[in-house]
């Protein structure tokens, strides 16, 4: 490794051009820039940037019944890809400019009908960083039946027809490897939830002969 490698990466960056492509739900845009290498050449790259805001999601759990939330709903572009439309995924939203964990309280309530208190962050990942500036704050909550109290199904307004979901967890990890469950967010709450949130199974006892 070059001794004189910058640490600074505004050392690494010249930003040549960005030109905005589209402004719709998000902000389209596509730069140029030269990147400085690891071994000291000057390289010239186009990126498209997707600028769609920052959001959160949360699980919420039972560990008393070994349940989790999650919720289903349309999405146009799993449909396009796949004809597989109706997704189970983590719950989760935009944060507006709202706190991350003021905005996913309001979230839930919103899409599942679940008022809950004493949530707590987990951890924080950009999504997909090669094209989208999207960072997500991800967050658990605990919750049992009495905390519904609305109906849920997100905001009709904005084409939001969600159904609440309520899985055993060790069924959840299996959706995953059958590929039911393939929302990425989800995947990672739940495989959290199994490592800190969830005590193993007992095993079953067999009746004695």
Same mark, same amino acid.
């Given at each position: 490794?070059?001794?004189?490698?910058?640490h600074?990466?505004a *050392?690494r960056?010249?930003?040549r051009?960005?030109?905005?492509?589209?402004?719709?739900?998000?902000?389209?845009?596509?730069?140029?820039? *030269?990147?400085?290498?690891s071994d000291?050449?000057?390289?010239?790259?186009?990126?498209?940037?997707?600028?769609?805001?920052?959001?959160?999601?949360?699980l /919420?759990?039972?560990?008393?019944r070994?349940?989790?939330? /999650?919720?289903?709903?349309?999405?146009?572009?799993?449909f396009? @890809?796949?004809?597989?439309?109706?997704?189970?995924?983590?719950?989760?939203?935009? /944060?507006?400019?709202?706190?991350?964990?003021?905005?996913?309280?309001? @979230?839930?309530?919103?899409?599942?009908?679940y008022?809950?208190?004493?949530?707590?962050?987990?951890f924080?990942?950009?999504?997909?960083?090669?094209?989208?500036?999207?960072?997500?704050?991800f967050?658990?909550?605990?919750?049992?039946?009495?905390?519904?109290?609305?109906?849920?199904?997100?905001?009709?307004? @904005?084409?939001?027809?969600?159904?609440?979901?309520?899985? *055993?967890?060790?069924?959840?990890?299996?959706?995953?490897?059958?590929?039911?469950?393939?929302?990425?967010?989800?995947?990672?709450?739940?495989?959290?939830?199994?490592?800190?949130?969830?005590?193993?199974?007992?095993?079953?006892? @067999?009746?004695?002969?």
């Amino acid at each position: 490794m070059p001794s004189d490698r910058p640490h600074n990466l505004a *050392d690494r960056v010249r930003l040549r051009a960005e030109a905005l492509l589209a402004a719709g739900w998000g902000r389209l845009t596509k730069v140029t820039f *030269d990147w400085r290498r690891s071994d000291g050449r000057w390289q010239t790259l186009t990126r498209e940037v997707y600028d769609v805001g920052n959001g959160a999601a949360i699980l /919420l759990y039972d560990p008393a019944r070994r349940t989790v939330v /999650l919720v289903r709903q349309f999405r146009y572009p799993a449909f396009a @890809e796949s004809g597989d439309g109706l997704v189970l995924e983590a719950i989760a939203g935009k /944060l507006d400019a709202a706190h991350p964990e003021a905005r996913i309280i309001a @979230e839930t309530e919103e899409e599942t009908g679940y008022r809950i208190t004493g949530i707590r962050p987990v951890f924080s990942a950009y999504m997909s960083p090669g094209a989208l500036t999207e960072k997500l704050f991800f967050f658990v909550a605990r919750y049992t039946p009495a905390d519904r109290v609305a109906p849920g199904g997100g905001c009709p307004g @904005e084409g939001e027809d969600i159904e609440t979901v309520e899985l *055993d967890i060790d069924d959840a990890l299996r959706r995953i490897e059958t590929g039911e469950i393939h929302d990425a967010k989800a995947i990672m709450l739940l495989h959290y939830a199994a490592l800190h949130l969830f005590p193993p199974a007992a095993p079953r006892q @067999e009746p004695s002969p």
